[in-house]
Protein backbone atom coordinates (compact mmCIF):
# COMPACT_ATOMS: atom_id res chain seq x y z
CA UNK A 1 0.00 0.00 0.00
CA UNK A 2 1.24 3.24 -1.11
CA UNK A 3 2.05 6.29 1.69
CA UNK A 4 1.82 9.83 0.82
CA UNK A 5 4.34 10.04 3.74
CA UNK A 6 7.28 12.68 3.20
CA UNK A 7 10.49 11.43 2.49
CA UNK A 8 11.55 10.31 5.98
CA UNK A 9 11.77 12.33 9.92
CA UNK A 10 13.93 15.02 10.62
CA UNK A 11 15.12 12.76 13.65
CA UNK A 12 14.51 9.75 15.73
CA UNK A 13 12.62 12.02 17.94
CA UNK A 14 12.83 9.06 20.72
CA UNK A 15 16.57 9.26 20.84
CA UNK A 16 16.43 12.71 22.91
CA UNK A 17 14.82 14.05 26.07
CA UNK A 18 11.41 15.39 25.13
CA UNK A 19 10.62 18.86 25.08
CA UNK A 20 7.08 17.90 26.48
CA UNK A 21 6.18 15.53 28.45
CA UNK A 22 2.09 14.66 28.82
CA UNK A 23 1.78 11.90 31.33
CA UNK A 24 -1.78 10.15 32.03
CA UNK A 25 -3.43 13.86 31.28
CA UNK A 26 -7.07 13.57 32.80
CA UNK A 27 -9.32 17.09 32.03
CA UNK A 28 -12.75 16.58 32.74
CA UNK A 29 -15.90 18.64 33.00
CA UNK A 30 -18.05 18.75 35.79
CA UNK A 31 -22.01 20.18 34.02
CA UNK A 32 -25.33 19.45 35.12
CA UNK A 33 -25.77 16.59 33.01
CA UNK A 34 -22.56 14.62 34.38
CA UNK A 35 -19.20 14.71 34.72
CA UNK A 36 -17.82 14.52 30.77
CA UNK A 37 -14.28 13.40 30.99
CA UNK A 38 -13.58 14.88 27.48
CA UNK A 39 -9.75 13.59 28.34
CA UNK A 40 -9.06 10.69 29.94
CA UNK A 41 -5.72 9.01 30.37
CA UNK A 42 -4.17 10.50 27.77
CA UNK A 43 -0.25 10.38 27.15
CA UNK A 44 2.52 11.21 24.91
CA UNK A 45 6.10 12.93 24.37
CA UNK A 46 6.77 15.50 21.64
CA UNK A 47 10.70 16.54 21.08
CA UNK A 48 12.47 19.29 19.91
CA UNK A 49 12.15 19.69 16.09
CA UNK A 50 9.04 16.96 15.46
CA UNK A 51 6.08 17.17 14.15
CA UNK A 52 3.71 15.18 16.33
CA UNK A 53 0.14 14.68 14.62
CA UNK A 54 -3.11 14.12 16.92
CA UNK A 55 -5.87 12.92 14.30
CA UNK A 56 -9.80 12.18 15.28
CA UNK A 57 -13.14 13.38 14.64
CA UNK A 58 -14.36 16.52 16.15
CA UNK A 59 -15.74 15.16 19.86
CA UNK A 60 -12.80 13.00 20.32
CA UNK A 61 -11.08 15.60 23.02
CA UNK A 62 -8.15 16.62 20.78
CA UNK A 63 -8.72 20.87 21.12
CA UNK A 64 -9.22 20.14 25.44
CA UNK A 65 -5.77 18.31 25.06
CA UNK A 66 -4.84 21.26 23.08
CA UNK A 67 -5.86 23.75 25.87
CA UNK A 68 -4.83 21.59 28.72
CA UNK A 69 -0.98 21.57 28.12
CA UNK A 70 -1.54 25.93 26.60
CA UNK A 71 -3.15 26.05 30.85
CA UNK A 72 -6.62 27.84 29.40
CA UNK A 73 -9.10 25.07 30.83
CA UNK A 74 -11.81 27.28 32.37
CA UNK A 75 -14.70 26.18 34.76
CA UNK A 76 -16.86 23.82 34.40
CA UNK A 77 -13.41 22.07 33.00
CA UNK A 78 -10.56 20.99 35.25
CA UNK A 79 -7.77 18.75 34.65
CA UNK A 80 -8.23 16.57 37.46
CA UNK A 81 -4.80 14.43 36.98
CA UNK A 82 -1.57 13.62 35.08
CA UNK A 83 1.32 15.76 34.29
CA UNK A 84 2.17 18.24 31.51
CA UNK A 85 5.73 19.22 31.53
CA UNK A 86 7.61 21.45 29.28
CA UNK A 87 11.30 21.71 29.32
CA UNK A 88 11.38 19.87 32.72
CA UNK A 89 8.52 22.28 34.16
CA UNK A 90 5.52 21.16 35.45
CA UNK A 91 3.18 22.75 33.99
CA UNK A 92 0.14 22.06 35.58
CA UNK A 93 1.71 23.71 38.86
CA UNK A 94 2.20 27.34 37.68
CA UNK A 95 0.34 29.51 38.77
CA UNK A 96 -1.31 32.12 36.15
CA UNK A 97 1.26 34.95 36.23
CA UNK A 98 4.27 32.14 35.59
CA UNK A 99 2.19 30.35 32.97
CA UNK A 100 1.42 33.78 30.86
CA UNK A 101 5.34 34.41 30.77
CA UNK A 102 5.71 31.18 29.32
CA UNK A 103 2.73 31.46 26.39
CA UNK A 104 4.12 33.52 22.92
CA UNK A 105 7.90 33.11 23.94
CA UNK A 106 8.11 29.83 24.48
CA UNK A 107 4.81 27.86 23.84
CA UNK A 108 2.13 29.37 21.34
CA UNK A 109 -0.99 28.19 19.79
CA UNK A 110 -2.94 28.30 16.69
CA UNK A 111 -6.44 28.60 17.63
CA UNK A 112 -9.07 27.07 14.99
CA UNK A 113 -11.90 29.74 15.70
CA UNK A 114 -9.52 33.36 15.00
CA UNK A 115 -12.88 35.35 14.65
CA UNK A 116 -13.59 34.52 18.63
CA UNK A 117 -9.94 35.09 19.52
CA UNK A 118 -8.97 38.19 17.69
CA UNK A 119 -9.17 40.91 19.95
CA UNK A 120 -12.63 42.86 18.15
CA UNK A 121 -11.09 46.79 19.44
CA UNK A 122 -7.92 47.05 18.21
CA UNK A 123 -6.29 46.37 14.79
CA UNK A 124 -4.56 43.99 13.67
CA UNK A 125 -1.21 45.11 13.26
CA UNK A 126 -1.55 46.48 16.87
CA UNK A 127 -2.23 43.41 18.67
CA UNK A 128 1.15 41.76 17.01
CA UNK A 129 3.37 44.58 17.33
CA UNK A 130 1.88 44.47 21.03
CA UNK A 131 4.28 41.24 21.29
CA UNK A 132 6.97 42.63 20.83
CA UNK A 133 6.34 45.53 22.91
CA UNK A 134 5.52 43.64 25.55
CA UNK A 135 8.08 40.36 25.00
CA UNK A 136 11.00 42.37 23.79
CA UNK A 137 10.74 45.66 24.57
CA UNK A 138 10.21 47.34 21.55
CA UNK A 139 8.85 50.76 20.72
CA UNK A 140 5.37 50.93 18.32
CA UNK A 141 7.84 52.30 15.45
CA UNK A 142 9.76 49.01 15.82
CA UNK A 143 6.95 46.62 16.07
CA UNK A 144 4.91 47.81 13.45
CA UNK A 145 6.81 46.92 10.86
CA UNK A 146 7.75 43.40 12.21
CA UNK A 147 4.12 42.78 12.38
CA UNK A 148 3.45 44.01 8.77
CA UNK A 149 6.34 41.47 7.56
CA UNK A 150 4.63 38.85 9.49
CA UNK A 151 1.13 39.10 7.82
CA UNK A 152 3.18 39.30 4.82
CA UNK A 153 4.76 36.06 5.63
CA UNK A 154 1.12 34.37 5.64
CA UNK A 155 -0.11 34.76 3.00
CA UNK A 156 -2.26 37.93 3.39
CA UNK A 157 -3.13 40.13 0.81
CA UNK A 158 -1.83 44.21 1.25
CA UNK A 159 -0.46 43.53 4.69
CA UNK A 160 0.37 46.92 5.55
CA UNK A 161 -3.50 47.61 4.48
CA UNK A 162 -4.79 44.87 6.66
CA UNK A 163 -2.27 46.03 9.28
CA UNK A 164 -4.92 48.76 10.36
CA UNK A 165 -8.20 46.44 9.75
CA UNK A 166 -10.26 45.61 12.95
CA UNK A 167 -11.14 41.66 13.23
CA UNK A 168 -14.71 41.86 11.85
CA UNK A 169 -13.60 43.13 8.75
CA UNK A 170 -11.67 40.18 7.60
CA UNK A 171 -12.96 36.93 5.93
CA UNK A 172 -12.44 33.89 7.69
CA UNK A 173 -9.37 32.80 5.96
CA UNK A 174 -8.08 36.37 6.36
CA UNK A 175 -8.47 35.74 10.51
CA UNK A 176 -6.95 32.46 10.57
CA UNK A 177 -3.84 34.21 9.12
CA UNK A 178 -3.62 36.83 11.46
CA UNK A 179 -4.13 33.88 14.06
CA UNK A 180 -0.85 32.19 12.35
CA UNK A 181 1.23 35.67 13.01
CA UNK A 182 -0.02 35.77 15.91
CA UNK A 183 1.34 32.60 16.94
CA UNK A 184 4.66 32.35 15.32
CA UNK A 185 5.51 36.06 16.22
CA UNK A 186 8.22 35.16 18.29
CA UNK A 187 8.95 31.98 17.30
CA UNK A 188 7.97 29.82 20.03
CA UNK A 189 9.97 26.26 20.81
CA UNK A 190 6.36 24.49 20.78
CA UNK A 191 3.26 25.56 18.92
CA UNK A 192 0.69 24.04 18.86
CA UNK A 193 -1.39 24.03 15.40
CA UNK A 194 -5.00 23.34 16.33
CA UNK A 195 -6.75 23.44 12.58
CA UNK A 196 -4.41 25.61 11.14
CA UNK A 197 -5.18 25.57 7.97
CA UNK A 198 -8.74 24.70 7.66
CA UNK A 199 -10.23 27.91 6.00
CA UNK A 200 -7.40 28.54 3.31
CA UNK A 201 -7.48 27.27 -0.04
CA UNK A 202 -4.92 24.50 -0.87
CA UNK A 203 -2.50 27.49 -2.29
CA UNK A 204 -2.00 29.25 0.99
CA UNK A 205 -2.03 25.87 2.95
CA UNK A 206 0.60 25.00 1.69
CA UNK A 207 2.67 27.88 1.97
CA UNK A 208 1.53 27.90 5.49
CA UNK A 209 2.54 24.56 6.04
CA UNK A 210 5.99 25.22 4.59
CA UNK A 211 6.33 28.54 6.52
CA UNK A 212 5.91 26.49 10.00
CA UNK A 213 7.96 23.69 8.89
CA UNK A 214 10.69 26.66 8.16
CA UNK A 215 10.35 27.94 11.82
CA UNK A 216 10.90 24.51 13.19
CA UNK A 217 13.39 23.91 11.33
CA UNK A 218 15.30 27.15 11.99
CA UNK A 219 14.70 27.54 15.74
CA UNK A 220 14.58 23.51 16.10
CA UNK A 221 10.96 23.90 17.45
CA UNK A 222 8.31 21.14 17.56
CA UNK A 223 4.87 21.71 16.98
CA UNK A 224 1.76 19.54 18.04
CA UNK A 225 -0.28 19.47 14.62
CA UNK A 226 -4.27 18.43 15.45
CA UNK A 227 -6.44 18.22 12.09
CA UNK A 228 -8.70 15.87 10.47
CA UNK A 229 -6.87 15.57 7.14
CA UNK A 230 -4.68 12.78 7.02
CA UNK A 231 -3.22 14.30 4.42
CA UNK A 232 -1.54 17.16 5.92
CA UNK A 233 -0.51 14.38 8.82
CA UNK A 234 1.09 12.32 5.83
CA UNK A 235 3.21 15.16 4.25
CA UNK A 236 4.38 17.00 7.77
CA UNK A 237 4.00 15.19 10.97
CA UNK A 238 6.91 12.15 12.20
CA UNK A 239 4.63 10.83 14.54
CA UNK A 240 1.19 10.65 14.61
CA UNK A 241 -1.42 9.31 17.59
CA UNK A 242 -4.95 8.60 16.35
CA UNK A 243 -7.50 9.82 19.29
CA UNK A 244 -11.21 8.68 19.92
CA UNK A 245 -13.40 9.06 22.76
CA UNK A 246 -11.13 10.77 25.19
CA UNK A 247 -7.94 8.37 24.88
CA UNK A 248 -5.19 7.17 21.95
CA UNK A 249 -6.45 4.25 19.94
CA UNK A 250 -3.45 4.20 17.96
CA UNK A 251 0.33 5.74 18.15
CA UNK A 252 2.76 5.49 15.70
CA UNK A 253 5.78 6.65 13.55
CA UNK A 254 3.69 8.28 10.52
CA UNK A 255 5.18 5.73 7.87
CA UNK A 256 4.36 2.43 9.90
CA UNK A 257 0.52 4.09 10.66
CA UNK A 258 0.32 4.12 6.72
CA UNK A 259 2.03 1.41 5.89
CA UNK A 260 0.78 -1.07 8.79
CA UNK A 261 -2.97 0.68 10.35
CA UNK A 262 -3.60 -2.13 12.99
CA UNK A 263 -6.38 -0.13 15.24
CA UNK A 264 -9.80 -0.72 13.30
CA UNK A 265 -10.70 3.14 13.50
CA UNK A 266 -7.37 3.99 12.46
CA UNK A 267 -8.17 1.88 9.07
CA UNK A 268 -11.27 3.49 9.07
CA UNK A 269 -10.14 6.73 9.03
CA UNK A 270 -8.12 5.58 6.33
CA UNK A 271 -10.35 4.11 3.69
CA UNK A 272 -12.55 7.31 3.85
CA UNK A 273 -8.93 8.93 2.64
CA UNK A 274 -8.27 9.12 -1.41
CA UNK A 275 -5.62 6.84 -3.03
CA UNK A 276 -4.94 5.42 0.18
CA UNK A 277 -6.24 1.78 -0.34
CA UNK A 278 -5.03 0.43 -3.84
CA UNK A 279 -8.67 -0.56 -4.53
CA UNK A 280 -12.32 -0.30 -3.81
CA UNK A 281 -14.83 2.60 -3.08
CA UNK A 282 -14.28 5.08 -0.23
CA UNK A 283 -15.91 3.61 3.18
CA UNK A 284 -17.38 6.20 6.13
CA UNK A 285 -16.84 4.80 9.74
CA UNK A 286 -20.79 4.65 10.44
CA UNK A 287 -22.09 6.66 13.61
CA UNK A 288 -20.80 9.04 15.86
CA UNK A 289 -18.79 9.62 18.64
CA UNK A 290 -20.50 9.02 21.56
CA UNK A 291 -20.65 12.07 24.64
CA UNK A 292 -18.14 12.11 26.91
CA UNK A 293 -20.43 12.26 29.75
CA UNK A 294 -21.72 8.62 28.28
CA UNK A 295 -18.38 6.89 27.03
CA UNK A 296 -19.49 2.73 26.89
CA UNK A 297 -18.32 0.77 29.46
CA UNK A 298 -15.75 -1.51 27.28
CA UNK A 299 -14.22 -0.27 24.12
CA UNK A 300 -14.99 3.01 23.57
CA UNK A 301 -15.25 2.12 19.91
CA UNK A 302 -17.23 -1.03 20.37
CA UNK A 303 -20.66 0.04 18.82
CA UNK A 304 -19.28 1.13 15.62
CA UNK A 305 -16.22 -1.37 15.27
CA UNK A 306 -16.73 -4.17 12.36
CA UNK A 307 -13.97 -6.53 13.72
CA UNK A 308 -16.06 -6.80 17.03
CA UNK A 309 -18.68 -8.20 14.90
CA UNK A 310 -16.36 -9.82 12.48
CA UNK A 311 -14.76 -11.95 15.08
CA UNK A 312 -18.09 -12.14 17.47
CA UNK A 313 -15.28 -9.87 20.52
CA UNK A 314 -18.23 -10.27 23.35
CA UNK A 315 -15.35 -8.65 25.79
CA UNK A 316 -15.31 -5.48 23.95
CA UNK A 317 -18.74 -3.95 25.66
CA UNK A 318 -17.33 -5.21 28.40
CA UNK A 319 -13.99 -4.24 29.40
CA UNK A 320 -11.96 -2.12 28.20
CA UNK A 321 -8.48 -2.81 26.54
CA UNK A 322 -4.74 -0.73 27.50
CA UNK A 323 -2.65 0.98 24.99
CA UNK A 324 -0.14 -1.95 24.60
CA UNK A 325 2.98 -1.51 22.43
CA UNK A 326 2.72 -4.44 19.31
CA UNK A 327 6.24 -3.39 18.13
CA UNK A 328 8.71 -0.47 19.05
CA UNK A 329 6.89 3.17 19.43
CA UNK A 330 3.92 1.14 17.52
CA UNK A 331 0.93 1.62 20.76
CA UNK A 332 -2.90 -0.12 19.65
CA UNK A 333 -5.27 0.12 21.78
CA UNK A 334 -7.62 -3.40 20.77
CA UNK A 335 -8.79 -6.85 21.81
CA UNK A 336 -8.09 -8.07 18.28
CA UNK A 337 -4.00 -8.37 19.87
CA UNK A 338 -4.37 -8.31 23.90
CA UNK A 339 -5.36 -11.34 25.87
CA UNK A 340 -7.39 -10.97 28.84
CA UNK A 341 -9.07 -13.69 30.88
CA UNK A 342 -11.29 -16.16 29.03
CA UNK A 343 -10.37 -14.08 25.73
CA UNK A 344 -7.69 -15.07 23.49
CA UNK A 345 -6.67 -12.64 20.72
CA UNK A 346 -8.31 -14.00 17.24
CA UNK A 347 -5.13 -11.69 15.37
CA UNK A 348 -1.20 -11.67 16.08
CA UNK A 349 0.37 -8.75 16.31
CA UNK A 350 2.59 -9.83 13.48
CA UNK A 351 -0.51 -9.39 10.90
CA UNK A 352 -2.03 -6.85 9.63
CA UNK A 353 -5.80 -7.31 8.28
CA UNK A 354 -8.25 -4.80 6.84
CA UNK A 355 -11.28 -5.28 9.03
CA UNK A 356 -13.74 -3.17 6.63
Not at 43 to 56: C, D, N, Q, R, Y
Not at 265 to 292: C, F, H, K, W
Not at 336 to 355: F, R
Request: proline share 7%; net charge negative.
Amino acid sequence: MPCPCHESAKHNPMSDKPLLEVKNLKTHFFTEEGVARTVDEVSFTIAAGEVFGLVGESGCGKTVTAHSIMGIIRPPGQQVGGEIIFKGIALDRLDERQFAALRGEELAMIFQDPQVRLNPVFKIGAQIAELFEIQRGMKRSEAWPLAVELLERVGLPDPEERAHSYAHELSGGQAQRVMIALAIALEPELLIADEPTTALDATIQAQILELLERLAERRQSAMLLITHDLAVVAQRADRVAVMYAGHFLEQAGVQTLFDRPMHPYTQGLLNAMPDVRASGALVSIPGTVPEAHHWPAGCRFAPRCPARKKYKLEICEIVQPDLIEIAPDHLVRCWLYQAHPGHQPPLSTEEHTWVW
